[in-house]
């Protein structure tokens, strides 16, 4: 992980695939993708971190390549890994912190919601765990490997139900810094 402005901590790497073993943020280790928000939320709470707010977000990605993408699926975490075919090296999208792949790779999940809602009724969108009321829209940030000016630290989508899934939707882990007084 690194130490965000002196506030929180971002893990440096999406998360990925084999965190029992791996834990959330490692090199060259397959994407978590295609999942939830509910499931990656809930990924990310088994090892005390949670999605990024935000405004966590614009500070985590800040100094990325801005208003551009990778130009196609990363498969993997890590610099250019997998870049066959990309237009645009990895190395472009890491932030001022040292976080990799941080927008203009994948989109990922983020802890707020907002935006518009359905109609007033019921929906059975948590994975078989009860059901959501009118619920508003969850946010995506930093723009996916196609999105291309559209992608950048304060990119964000908020038109999309926690139970959306997506291969250019993804995951990083945020926790907060302890600070002694």
């Known amino acids: 992980m690194t130490l965000v402005n002196n506030h929180f901590w971002s893990d440096i790497y999406l ?18 993708d295609n999942k939830s928000w509910w499931d990656t939320a809930e990924e990310l709470g088994k090892y005390g971190k949670r999605l990024p707010r935000y ?31 990309s237009s645009n090296a990895d190395n472009k999208f890491t932030s001022k912190w040292g976080v990799i792949q941080s927008s203009g790779v994948l989109r990922i999940w983020g802890d707020e919601f907002g935006g518009g809602n359905a109609g007033a009724s019921w929906t059975a969108n948590t994975g078989g765990r009860g059901s959501t009321f009118q619920q508003e829209n969850t946010v995506l940030l930093g723009g996916g490997w196609t999105d291309s000016g559209n992608s950048g630290s304060r990119s964000s989508n908020w038109a999309n139900s926690p139970a959306t899934l997506g291969a250019s939707i993804g995951g990083r882990g945020v926790c907060d810094h302890l600070k002694l007084v």
């Open 15 to 32: 998360l990925n695939n084999g965190a029992s073993s791996n834990g959330t943020s490692k090199n060259n280790a397959t994407i978590w």
């Open 55 to 85: 405004r966590e977000f614009a500070d985590l990605a800040f100094g990325t390549t801005e208003a551009n993408s990778r130009g196609n699926d990363p498969v993997t975490t890590g610099l250019g890994t997998t870049n066959s075919g």
